[in-house]
Every structure is written in structure tokens, then in C-alpha cells.
């Protein structure tokens, strides 16, 4: 059993590291490594909030800042032992400082790009491990894709003319996979915390290339800086098939989440 679970779970990272598809991502919480289902298995659904914080580098770092919101259908296992999930939601995106300039002969208004209401979609799976009594570890990879882009305007001068330049981010992506060990206490409380390894990426492109401004000097690919984490949460049953969840992760910078579950006693909807 446990040979079995210590190549389970190096080949989920091996996943992540060697084959990052172009077309997955991470939107929303992780979880705690059990799934919510009841204990012969069946459905439950989801609704919950993100802000997420992630610092992107190419030439030059920027931050970019989110706030999702989504819901999500999954379906658990007997004995809470797996989980596969679907989610679809929608995103703003802030990108800190992303017009700011760097250079006395240009300036910039606003500093900050910001976009609203572009909708995403995530698919994800975890299994779980009982190490008997109240604890256990699990596993789970999660991937999403915005499926619109992102876009801005900005207006200044450069060189002592004006302009005015739009920026896209385009195809914005991320998987993550991760490990987390669980207790379970009284009342049916639910601690779980672990690692976590995640990338992403997206395409920034500008109507017009304006020096100074690093977004806007020339299209190219922004990527994640940091790609190791950790992340911890807590799951309390609030009564009549509801849980609620928080939960906290940290890779550069800080994000956090909230989400509400509901288990179906029924085996359909």
C-alpha cells in the first residue's frame, strides 16, 4: 500500500513538470483531499470565491490579481476515496503597476490594467489515502482556461506626443498538482494543509509598442515566477448535507478562498 501511494504521488508531479498541456488551469480552491460525497458516494455541488495573487516575469515582474467566482458539480467515490470535479465561473484581472512606465519620456494613465467578467472553466481530480483513525493524505491536479481575453486601455505621451494603446492578455492558463495530509476532528471539522506545485502562463499583446512601458514595448509570454507552494484550509460541516470551506495558499504572493458544498443524500440531482 504504501509502494502504491508513493508512486502515485510522484507520478502526479512528474505530470505537472514534464507535460504542462496549453489548454489547462487552476481556478478556485483545492480542497481538502477527501471528497465531500456521502460515504457510498454521489454528487455534490459547490459555489465559492477566490482571490487569487500570482507574480507573472518576462522582461520585467508584474503582479496579477483576481477575483473569481464559480460553482462547480463533482462526483466522489465510495468511502471518500476519489473525486473528479467540473467548474465554470467567471474572473476580473488586475495586473499592478502594468502601465506604469520606467522612463522619464513616457507617461502613463492609468498605472493599473484592469479588466472585468471574463469567464473560465476548470476540471480537476484527487484521490484519497485513509492512514486510519481521524487522518489521511491525498493527491489532486486541477487545470483551467479563460476562455476570453483580458483588455485595457491606457493613454500618454511619448516622446512629447500623445498616444493611446490598448493591451490584451490572451489565453491565460495554470495547472497545479499538490499533496495534503488531513485530520479529522470533532464535529466533523476537517484540517488538511500540504504543498502544492503550479504554473501558468498567457500571451500579453499591445495595439501599439510604446517604450518605457514594459507590457507594451513588444508582444510576448508571461509565466508564473514562483511554481512551489503551500497551501492549508479547514472544512466545517454547518448541517443538512452543507460545508463550508476556507482555505489559504502562498507562492509569492498570498491568496485566499471560500466556498460552500452541498451533498446530495439521493444518488441524482
Known amino acids: 500500500m504504501a509502494k502504491r501511494l508513493m508512486k502515485f504521488l510522484g507520478m502526479s508531479f512528474l505530470v505537472v513538470l514534464f507535460y504542462v498541456p496549453g489548454n489547462a488551469a ?24 477566490d482571490y487569487h495573487e500570482d507574480k507573472f516575469e518576462s522582461d520585467g515582474t508584474c503582479v496579477f490579481r483576481q477575483n473569481r467566482v464559480y460553482s462547480q ?24 503597476d502594468g502601465f506604469r512606465s520606467r522612463i522619464n519620456t513616457t507617461t502613463s494613465s492609468p498605472n493599473d490594467f484592469e479588466e472585468n467578467e471574463t469567464p473560465f472553466g476548470a476540471l480537476g481530480a484527487k484521490v484519497f489515502f485513509p492512514l486510519g483513525g481521524a487522518f489521511g493524505i491525498g493527491a489532486f491536479l486541477q487545470g483551467s482556461f479563460f476562455f476570453g481575453d483580458f483588455g485595457d486601455e491606457v493613454r500618454g505621451h511619448w516622446n ?6 490598448e493591451l490584451n492578455v490572451r489565453d491565460l492558463w495554470e495547472i497545479t498538482s499538490g499533496i495534503s495530509v488531513s485530520a479529522t476532528v470533532p464535529r ?5 494543509a500540504g504543498p502544492f506545485i503550479h504554473y501558468s502562463e498567457a500571451r500579453v499583446t499591445s495595439s501599439r509598442h510604446i517604450s518605457g512601458i514594459p507590457l507594451l514595448e513588444e508582444d510576448a509570454t508571461v509565466k508564473n515566477k514562483t511554481e512551489i507552494g503551500g497551501y492549508g484550509g479547514i472544512s466545517v460541516p454547518l448541517g ?4 463550508l470551506n476556507a482555505e489559504g495558499r502562498y507562492s509569492e504572493r ?13 444518488r441524482g440531482l
Do not use: C, M
Not at 73 to 96: P, T
Open 254 to 266: 498570498f491568496s485566499v478562498g471560500v466556498a460552500v458544498t452541498y451533498t446530495y443524500q439521493n
Open 188 to 192: 466533523g471539522i476537517i484540517l488538511y
Open 26 to 49: 487552476a481556478g478556485g480552491l483545492f480542497g481538502p483531499p477527501q471528497s465531500l460525497s456521502r460515504e457510498k458516494g454521489g454528487l455534490n455541488t459547490t459555489v465559492g470565491f
Open 73 to 96: 458539480v463533482a462526483y466522489g467515490g465510495a468511502r471518500h476515496l476519489w473525486e473528479v470535479y467540473g467548474r465554470i465561473g467567471i474572473a476580473d484581472l488586475e495586473i499592478e
Open 240 to 243: 443538512r448535507g452543507f460545508h
Open 160 to 165: 512629447g506626443a500623445p498616444y493611446k494603446a
